[in-house]
């Protein structure tokens, strides 16, 4: 098939490499004109422009954009009188649902196809395959299939299905005759797409938070900068965790990697990244949020639905980026004022590789 790509980023760079070794002919267009000369040299078609690429394309054509949420209307005005009855529009960014509906609607008149394709993958998407969530119109889904199989993981997303053998028998059955298995999903009309990846993201948010405040638990057990000390701003230590305990991370990283019921891609990277650097000196600890995790602790707010872990996640993210600063000054200005309690001095981190006290 041929395809437009706008937007070539770490993601969209990728995706066409992968559609190009598959067959496919892709036309590619971004603002940075080196992203779009490597891929020229990579057997893709450069534009000058938006309006450049969707020249270069066969009717009926297939755009797929891949630029930020907060770009993509600006892009819609400025290809809305050029984009034909029969085109399909298709945004494989992460987009608020909403506005794919509104999306939808606003083209749907002039008979162009606009679909949400929600996409995981990252930076590995091109060696590993993307996971994709498709909303919109049953039809424009189906022509574009050939698409969504060569971006998708294909068989090699088969991979988990041997434990669903033992239990749930009946709904891996039922799910293994669609798509799915082959990561891709036609998931329900507009916006659905970009809704699952919101949930999905969200469920990210949650997952992360878990192993960071685990591994953060291990990197602390056994020493405390307060060890000893005695005053009424120091809570007692009952010395649950034994003081000889000074685990090495990347190594517990690597064990629960084989054979845990916790093994997960983000273990694996994990795992990587401690056997880097096993205190993460590298990181600065400001983690930020793309939208997704806000979006669906609104939603279920809107639904009713309780969803503690993924909102204490997201907050979290506010958290490391110092917007708790205020909050905390407060705390520490209510405790002066009923009890006269002075803030106490920070203490260097002691760390499993940097144990307290000299070293012999």
């Known amino acids: 098939m041929q395809l437009g790509m706008i937007g070539l980023g770490r993601m969209g760079s990728n995706m066409v490499r992968r559609l ?16 779009v000369r490597r891929l020229a040299a990579e057997g893709a078609t450069g534009a000058s422009s938006a309006s450049d690429l969707l020249a270069k394309l066969s009717a009926p054509r297939v755009l797929w954009i891949m ?17 034909k009855a029969g085109d399909i529009l298709i945004d494989g960014g992460n987009s608020y649902y909403g506005d794919d509906r509104r999306r939808q609607q606003a083209l749907a008149g002039r008979g162009v196809r606009y679909l949400d394709v929600g996409t995981s993958g990252g ?47 009946g709904n891996a059955t039922r799910a293994s005759k669609g798509s799915a298995t ?45 060890d ?5 701003e120091t809570a007692p230590s009952h010395e649950l965790v034994p003081r000889d305990y000074h685990f090495k991370l990347d190594e517990i990283a690597e064990l629960w990697r084989h054979g845990s019921v916790v093994s997960s891609w983000l273990l694996d990277l994990v795992a990587g990244a401690l056997a880097e650097a096993p ?27 309780p969803v503690p872990v993924l909102a204490t996640a997201l907050f979290a993210r506010f ?22 309690h002075l803030e106490q001095p920070g203490a260097p981190a002691v760390t499993p590789d ?6 012999g």
């Open 228 to 232: 000893g000390e005695i005053s009424a």
């Open 123 to 169: 930076v590995w998407g091109l060696e590993r395959g993307y996971c994709l969530m498709v909303g919109g119109d049953t039809d424009a889904v189906r022509q574009i299939e050939p698409i969504l199989q060569a971006l998708a993981p294909g068989q090699a997303a088969d991979a988990g299905q041997g434990a669903l053998a033992g239990q749930g028998a």
């Open 67 to 83: 630029i930020p949420a907060a770009a993509v209307d600006p892009l819609l005005q400025t290809l809305s009188s050029e984009l």
């Open 182 to 226: 082959k990561g891709y999903l036609h998931v329900g009309p507009s916006g659905a797409g970009h809704f699952v990846k919101m949930v999905h993201n969200g469920v990210e948010y949650g997952l992360m938070a878990a192993y960071a405040e685990g591994f953060s638990l291990l990197h602390q057990a056994g020493s405390s900068a307060e």
């Open 20 to 35: 190009t070794r598959a067959g496919h002919h892709c036309v590619v267009f971004d603002h940075n004109e080196a992203a």
């Open 354 to 359: 940097k144990p307290a006290g000299p070293v």
């Open 319 to 340: 958290s490391s980026r110092g917007h708790a600063e205020f909050a905390d000054r407060m705390l520490s200005a209510m405790r002066y004022g009923f009890g006269g």
């Open 279 to 305: 205190t993460l000196e590298r990181y600065a600890g400001r983690v930020a949020d793309s939208g997704e995790g806000r979006w669906t602790v609104q939603a279920a707010i809107d639904a009713g639905v």
